[in-house]
Every structure is written in structure tokens, then in C-alpha cells.
């Protein structure tokens, strides 16, 4: 069986520590890009969503209309 040394397994958690951290950078920052895209498209609008921080009443009115799909899928009934 092999055993590694101490200074193989600091070497090798370096090379893994990078590469996590590069791949939750490349995931975090595509993230942002396809909001930022879907934002100059006017896909959505997520200034509505950070109105919706202010305006949290039970009364005030709901900002997206929601599909008759949509409303079966959230009651979980099939169309």
C-alpha cells in the first residue's frame, strides 16, 4: 500500500483548494452574467424584486402574474 508523506498531501490539498475555488468562482460569476444578461434583455426585472424588500404587505399586490400552469404545478395537479 502507498503511504504519502506530509508534504504530498499539503501539495495535493493546494491543487484541490484551487481548483474548488476556481470552479465556484467560474459558477459564481456566470451566475451574475446570465442575471446581468437576462436584466439589459428585459427578461426580468429585478428591480421589482428589490421593491419587493420594502413593499412585504399581505395587501399590496403581487407584481408577476402567474400562468394556469404555473398554479397547477405549485397545487401539484397535472393539466
Same mark, same amino acid.
Given at each position: 500500500?502507498? /503511504?504519502?508523506?506530509?508534504? /504530498?498531501? =499539503?501539495?495535493?490539498?493546494?491543487?484541490?483548494? *484551487? *481548483?474548488?475555488? =476556481?470552479? $465556484? *468562482?467560474? $459558477? *459564481?460569476?456566470? #451566475?451574475? #452574467?446570465?442575471m446581468y444578461k437576462r436584466d439589459k434583455n428585459g &427578461?426580468? +426585472?429585478?428591480?421589482?424584486? &428589490?421593491?419587493? $424588500?420594502? +413593499?412585504?404587505?399581505?395587501?399590496? /399586490?403581487?407584481? @408577476? @402574474?402567474?400562468?394556469?400552469?404555473?398554479? +397547477?404545478?405549485e397545487q401539484g395537479e397535472t393539466v
Amino acid at each position: 500500500m502507498y /503511504t504519502m508523506d506530509y508534504e /504530498t498531501l =499539503l501539495t495535493l490539498q493546494g491543487y484541490l483548494k *484551487f *481548483f474548488l475555488i =476556481l470552479i $465556484v *468562482f467560474i $459558477v *459564481f460569476y456566470s #451566475y451574475a #452574467y446570465s442575471m446581468y444578461k437576462r436584466d439589459k434583455n428585459g &427578461t426580468k +426585472n429585478y428591480e421589482k424584486y &428589490t421593491d419587493l $424588500v420594502h +413593499n412585504d404587505l399581505i395587501e399590496s /399586490t403581487p407584481f @408577476e @402574474e402567474q400562468t394556469k400552469e404555473k398554479k +397547477n404545478k405549485e397545487q401539484g395537479e397535472t393539466v
